[in-house]
């Protein structure tokens, strides 16, 4: 078997999951995972398949990130055997190419950075980029210090590699990150150019040891509710503006201005830069956009403070997220750590979050823009992972026009997020999620629901369940518009501490469908309540509660739902 074949069925994760398989996963792993050595060090990769390429121009090129040694390329073919056999319950490959790039290497700092946290660098990045993109890419080398900068625009075949004790910190002044109109798949918006911004490009990494900061104090609104008294005087004290309640605290007036002038602007189709530049701050950007890429890798480094959500490959292809880290704070508004929307091919291993947003969020476009694009989020693997706070460990929608499918969830841990596993859309928001694998999730300190589906999002708060269990009288016909959950199964899921352990609400026109829990065991305040859902199916599922019925339905057809006592 050729190298590259070998590659193709060790990237296979879904292989791991049954009979003993993790052989495999253990021996696709870098050695030392985690130190994240540079690429000069690394002529081939320990991806098997991944051995080093030669350009057009005869240059050798190299993936990331680390060398195969003899025995292990002998381990890496036993354990191709184990990874022959198809995985049960799916029949996908969740392989993501890794990107391959150039020998060429410079240092940031050839190009007159200072890493005092003072100067700002933001044209020693631009010049050292293009420099390596006429030269065909390579690795941008950024040393030890505090790189204070402003947007930083990637290019194919490049890799932004942070040396340890390196510190990206994007500047907090709104006004260096102008408003552009930003063209996805012909959907055309007004935005702030985000700190790290990349599209229609290839072979692209983000890697090392350091750490890179959004600067997302200066442009997010902060709630009363989140924080200490003495923080929130001293917010308050530092400038901006507080809302009539007093509750909720702005950078600016333009920002606060912008909730309702932007949305405006945005019904009125306006695209004119000029209408929308006294609102600009309200323009949070998404702190690591990458739009129409393919071959993108994120392994190693720490990111921290988004302006608004923080990781957001959107449109892509092989998308590998390794080892990354994203640390923001409990209050950190529509923090998201990571949103993959509407991409295809994706990994995501040994990553560990802890954010103000949703966690590990999977989504495809909202309304009808994103039915016209019609893009779905698919062949998605996530493993070996923690999440600390979060609004939801995995969340699966609500923008979910283009639907999500075929996605595999294992050996992950959630500790003290607001819900576990979590579905979500609403009438309109529609889109078709499928042939979701869940397994072997742990999860503590649950706020809301262990297990939560929600098709009215729009309507109830993950922790606001006064209408859950009243049917609605009279349903609208179903049309594209209409969320759809089906064919998802969750297995060897261990919850201690949850307020309700499952919450799953359909629509009447509409119901949850053939869903299938299996080892489920769930300690929580309340039980499980099942309204407008047809197929569900519990297997070994024991639920131990504190108050209320263990089990409610309403308008449950076709399930069976036996408890283990």
Not at 65 to 77: E, H
Not at 305 to 326: I, K, Q
Not at 426 to 435: F, I, T, Y
Request: proline residues 5%.
């Amino acid at each position: 078997m050729k190298i590259l074949n070998l590659a193709s069925a060790l990237a296979r994760p879904g292989s791991f999951l049954k009979n003993g398989r993790d052989i495999a996963l253990r021996c696709l792993r870098p050695r030392n995972s985690g130190r994240n050595p540079s690429l000069r060090d690394a002529p081939t990769s320990n991806y098997a398949g991944c051995a080093a390429e030669r350009g057009a121009d005869g240059a050798a090129r190299r993936p990331y990130p680390r060398t195969v040694s003899g025995f292990t390329l002998l381990a890496l073919a036993a354990a191709a055997i184990f990874c022959s056999f198809p995985a049960q319950g799916s029949d996908n490959d969740w392989t993501a190419a890794l990107p391959v790039f150039p020998d060429a290497t410079t240092k940031v700092t050839d190009f007159g950075a200072v890493g005092d946290g003072l100067t700002l660098n933001t044209k020693a990045f631009a010049d050292a980029i293009a420099s390596l993109s006429e030269r065909g890419g390579g690795e941008l080398i950024v040393p030890p210090g505090i790189w204070l900068t402003g947007p930083i625009r990637l290019c194919s075949n490049l890799n932004l590699h942070l040396e340890r004790g390196a510190l990206i910190k994007f500047s907090g002044d709104f006004t260096l990150y102008p408003l552009a109109v930003i063209d996805t798949m012909g959907e055309k918006e007004v935005d702030s150019i985000s700190p790290i911004f990349g599209q229609d490009l290839e072979n692209v990494g983000i890697t090392g040891e350091g750490i890179i900061d959004g600067g997302g104090n200066a442009w997010r609104p902060l709630k009363k509710g989140k924080v200490t008294e003495s923080d929130w005087d001293a917010v308050v004290k530092s400038g901006g503006v507080l809302d009539d309640s007093g509750d909720i605290w702005w950078p600016s007036a333009g920002a606060m201005a912008g909730e309702r002038n932007v949305a405006r602007l945005e019904k009125s189709r306006s695209l004119k830069l000029e209408d929308y530049e006294p609102y600009h701050q309200f323009l949070r950007p998404k702190m690591v956009r990458i739009i129409g890429c393919k071959k993108v890798l994120l392994q190693g480094v720490t990111f921290e403070n988004p302006p608004n959500w923080t990781l957001n490959p959107a449109f892509s292809e092989d998308v590998s997220l390794l080892d990354v880290s994203v640390h923001n704070s409990y209050a950190a508004q529509n923090s998201d750590a990571v949103d993959v929307e509407s991409c295809r091919r994706v990994v995501i291993r040994d990553c560990t979050l802890d954010t103000g947003d949703d966690g590990f969020c999977l989504k495809s476009g909202k309304g009808a823009a994103g039915r016209r694009i019609n893009m779905p989020t698919e062949d998605v693997l996530i493993e070996g992972c923690t999440v600390f706070h979060a609004h939801g460990g995995l969340s699966i929608g609500s923008e979910l026009s283009g639907g999500v499918r075929n996605v595999r969830m294992t050996n992950c841990t959630f500790i003290g997020t607001d819900v576990g596993l979590r579905f979500k859309s609403a009438r309109d928001r529609g889109g078709l999620v499928e042939k979701i694998f869940i397994s072997n999730v742990r999860m503590t300190g649950i706020l809301a629901e262990a297990i939560g589906f929600e098709t009215s999002y729009e309507d109830t708060a993950p922790t606001d369940r006064k209408n859950a269990g009243s049917p609605e009288t009279a349903a609208p016909p179903v049309n594209a518009g209409t969320p759809r959950f089906q064919d998802i199964h969750i297995e060897n899921v261990i919850c201690r501490g949850a307020r309700n352990a499952i919450v799953l609400t359909g629509l009447p026109e509409m119901p949850v469908r053939d869903i299938d829990l299996q080892n489920v065991s769930i300690t929580s305040q309340g039980g499980a309540l099942l309204t407008d859902a047809d197929g569900i199916r519990f297997e070994n599922v024991k639920i131990q509660n504190s108050r209320g019925p263990k089990l409610k339905q309403v308008h449950v057809t076709n399930s069976s739902l036996d408890l283990v006592p």
